[in-house]
C-alpha cells in the first residue's frame, strides 16, 4: 500500500509527460513532440465533466471520437490516427462512451441547439462507429451518456437541479440506479458504481451495485476540512477514478483519495490547492494503474485586466504531493483530457 499523507499540493510549472490531451483542433499524445492535428476544435460545453469531451477506443488510442461543433450544430467526429483521417460520425450529437458493446452517445431531435436546456435528443449505440445506430431510449430527454458497465450504459438524465443516475439494460430497458447523483467511477470490473449524492444535508459518497441497483457501502464527508485553508468539504463532484482499490475524486479545494475494501469506504488521503489560485478547484481528477500519479484539470485564478480565466492540465504525483502544471488555454475552450471511463 503507498505511504499516502494529507497535506497541500504544491505546484510548479512544467511540461506534461504522461497524459493524452486536447486543445481546440490540437490532439497530444505522450512522447510525441508535435501534436496531431484535428480537423475540429475538442469542444463539449452541453455536459460539463459528466462524461469525456474525447474518447479513445477501449484498450488503445489508435482512434478518438470526440465532442465538436460545425456551422452552429454539435457533431461527433472519428479521428483515425492511423491514417490521419478525421471525418463527421454524426450532427446533433456528443457525448461519445465508447466500450466493447459500442459506441453510445446522445442524439438530439434537431441538430440544431436553440437553448441548451430544451434541446432533447435519445440515447443511441452503434456496434461500430460506422454503424447503423440504434436508439435505446423510449422517450426523449436531456441524456448524457457516462460509460459503459460491462454490456450496460450508465446515463445522466439531467433536471433542474442535481441529476438523475441511469441504467441502460439494452435498448428501451431503462432503470433508475440513483436519484440526485452523478457518476464518480465504476469500479474496474465494472460490476459496482461508485456515485456522488447530492450533498443535503452533506456530502455523502456510495457504492451501488450496477446490476441490481442495491446500495452497498456509503461515507459522509460532513466532518472533514481541506488541508489547504481548513474550509469545510461542502461537495464531492462527479468523474473520479476507481483503480484497484482507490477511488479519486474532486471535493473541495482538492482531492479525496478513498479506499474501497470489504469493510466498506474509508478516506486514506486529503490533497488540498490555494483557493486563491484555483478558484474552482480541481476537476477530472484520473490516476494511472499504480493509483500514484493523478492528472486533473484546474481552473485558475482570472488575471488583473483579463478577459477570460485560464484553465490547465496538471499531473500530480499523490506522494510526494507535487504537481505539474501545463499550458493554459481560454477556460471558453479549455483544454479537456481524452480518457474512457467504461469498465471493463
Given at each position: 500500500?503507498?505511504?499516502?499523507?494529507?497535506?497541500?499540493?504544491?505546484?510548479?510549472?512544467?511540461?506534461?509527460?504522461?497524459?493524452?490531451?486536447?486543445?481546440?483542433?490540437?490532439?497530444?499524445?505522450?512522447?510525441?513532440?508535435?501534436?496531431?492535428?484535428?480537423?475540429?476544435?475538442?469542444?463539449?460545453?452541453?455536459?460539463?465533466?459528466?462524461?469525456?469531451?474525447?474518447?479513445?477506443?477501449?484498450?488503445?488510442?489508435?482512434?478518438?471520437?470526440?465532442?465538436?461543433?460545425?456551422?452552429?450544430?454539435?457533431?461527433l467526429r472519428l479521428h483515425d490516427l492511423g491514417d490521419d483521417k478525421d471525418a463527421v460520425l454524426d450532427e446533433g450529437a456528443y457525448s461519445p462512451v465508447w466500450g466493447d458493446a459500442g459506441l453510445a452517445y446522445?442524439?438530439?431531435?434537431?441538430?440544431?441547439v436553440k437553448d441548451p436546456a430544451r434541446y432533447l435528443g435519445h440515447v443511441v449505440v452503434r456496434s461500430r462507429p460506422k454503424s447503423k445506430r440504434v436508439r435505446w431510449s423510449a422517450k426523449p430527454a436531456r441524456?448524457?451518456?457516462?460509460?459503459?458497465?460491462?454490456?450496460?450504459?450508465?446515463?445522466?438524465?439531467?433536471?433542474?437541479?442535481?441529476?438523475?443516475?441511469?441504467?441502460?439494460?439494452?435498448?428501451?430497458?431503462?432503470?433508475?440506479?440513483?436519484?440526485?447523483?452523478?457518476?464518480?467511477?465504476?469500479?474496474?470490473?465494472?460490476?459496482?458504481?461508485?456515485?456522488?449524492?447530492?450533498?443535503?444535508?452533506?456530502?455523502?459518497?456510495?457504492?451501488?451495485?450496477?446490476?441490481?441497483?442495491?446500495?452497498?457501502?456509503?461515507?459522509?464527508?460532513?466532518?472533514?476540512?481541506?488541508?489547504?485553508?481548513?474550509?469545510?468539504?461542502?461537495?464531492?463532484?462527479?468523474?473520479?477514478?476507481?483503480?484497484?482499490?482507490?477511488?479519486?475524486?474532486?471535493?473541495?479545494?482538492?482531492?479525496?483519495?478513498?479506499?474501497?475494501?470489504?469493510?466498506?469506504?474509508?478516506?486514506?488521503?486529503?490533497?488540498?490547492?490555494?483557493?486563491?489560485?484555483?478558484?474552482?478547484?480541481?476537476t477530472e481528477p484520473k490516476s494511472d494503474d499504480t493509483g500514484r500519479y493523478i492528472v486533473v484539470s484546474a481552473e485558475l485564478m482570472q488575471e488583473p485586466g483579463a478577459v477570460f480565466t485560464r484553465t490547465s492540465?496538471?499531473?500530480?504525483?499523490?506522494?510526494?504531493?507535487?504537481?505539474?502544471?501545463?499550458?493554459?488555454?481560454?477556460?471558453?475552450?479549455?483544454?479537456?483530457?481524452?480518457?474512457?471511463?467504461?469498465?471493463?
Open positions: 500500500m503507498l505511504a499516502a499523507e494529507s497535506g497541500p499540493l504544491t505546484v510548479v510549472d512544467g511540461e506534461l509527460m504522461r497524459t493524452t490531451w486536447a486543445v481546440r483542433d490540437e490532439l497530444y499524445l505522450p512522447g510525441k513532440q508535435e501534436p496531431e492535428t484535428l480537423s475540429g476544435p475538442v469542444q463539449a460545453p452541453f455536459t460539463g465533466t459528466l462524461s469525456p469531451a474525447a474518447v479513445a477506443r477501449p484498450g488503445d488510442e489508435d482512434a478518438i471520437v470526440y465532442s465538436s461543433f460545425l456551422k452552429k450544430r454539435p457533431v446522445f442524439k438530439g431531435l434537431a441538430s440544431r441524456y448524457v451518456p457516462s460509460a459503459w458497465a460491462g454490456a450496460r450504459l450508465i446515463v445522466h438524465e439531467l433536471k433542474r437541479t442535481w441529476p438523475t443516475l441511469v441504467v441502460f439494460d439494452g435498448p428501451k430497458q431503462r432503470r433508475v440506479l440513483s436519484r440526485r447523483a452523478g457518476l464518480i467511477a465504476l469500479s474496474p470490473d465494472g460490476t459496482r458504481a461508485f456515485i456522488a449524492k447530492e450533498p443535503r444535508p452533506s456530502p455523502t459518497v456510495a457504492i451501488v451495485d450496477v446490476a441490481g441497483g442495491r446500495e452497498l457501502a456509503s461515507f459522509s464527508l460532513a466532518d472533514l476540512r481541506d488541508p489547504f485553508r481548513g474550509e469545510k468539504i461542502n461537495y464531492v463532484a462527479d468523474s473520479g477514478a476507481w483503480t484497484g482499490e482507490t477511488v479519486v475524486a474532486a471535493v473541495t479545494n482538492g482531492l479525496a483519495v478513498f479506499r474501497v475494501g470489504d469493510e466498506g469506504i474509508e478516506l486514506e488521503q486529503l490533497l488540498g490547492v490555494d483557493p486563491d489560485a484555483f478558484p474552482t478547484g480541481l492540465i496538471m499531473e500530480c504525483d499523490r506522494i510526494e504531493r507535487r504537481c505539474v502544471r501545463g499550458p493554459s488555454a481560454p477556460s471558453f475552450l479549455p483544454p479537456r483530457l481524452i480518457y474512457n471511463p467504461s469498465r471493463p
